[in-house]
Nanobody
Framework: QVQLVESGGGLVQVGGSLRLSCAAS????????MGWFRQAPGKERDFVAG????????NYADSVKGRLTISRDSAKNAVYLQMNMLKPEDTAVYYC?????????????WGQGTQVTVSS
């Protein structure tokens, strides 16, 4: 069993930055690939970024490449999403996910989500 808790969401202006954090717990969490997904109102939950369980490989949705960066700190069992040059279309609830597969396309465990709102 893996437990995930996100934090760091909030309200930011266009062009601003936020850093999301995901605290992971569970005996085998270090063996999971990790990812971030987001869901805007009335839309499906979409993949944003993924990182392999060793942290050596990452992948991103085309819409966020060059602006968002995923990283992980295995010693702290934490995953981060650095978000720069934010746009109104980045507004969504962001979810941290642990995945048994790579590349990350789905989550096997999910956090509760954190709201990110980008105002123009």
């Amino acid at each position: 069993q893996v437990q995930l808790v996100e934090s760091g969401g909030g309200l930011v202006q266009v062009g601003g930055s936020l850093r999301l954090s995901c605290a992971a717990s569970g005996r085998t969490v270090g063996t999971y690939a990790m990812g971030w997904f987001r869901q805007a109102p009335g839309k499906e939950r979409d993949f944003v970024a993924g990182i392999s369980y060793r942290g050596t490989t990452t992948n991103y949705a085309d819409s966020v490449k060059g602006r968002l960066t995923i990283s992980r700190d295995s010693a702290k069992n934490a995953v981060y999403l650095q978000m720069n040059m934010l746009k109104p279309e980045d507004t969504a609830v962001y979810y941290c996910a642990a995945s048994r597969t790579w590349p990350v396309t789905r989550g096997d465990y999910w956090g509760q989500g954190t709201q990110v709102t980008v105002s123009s």
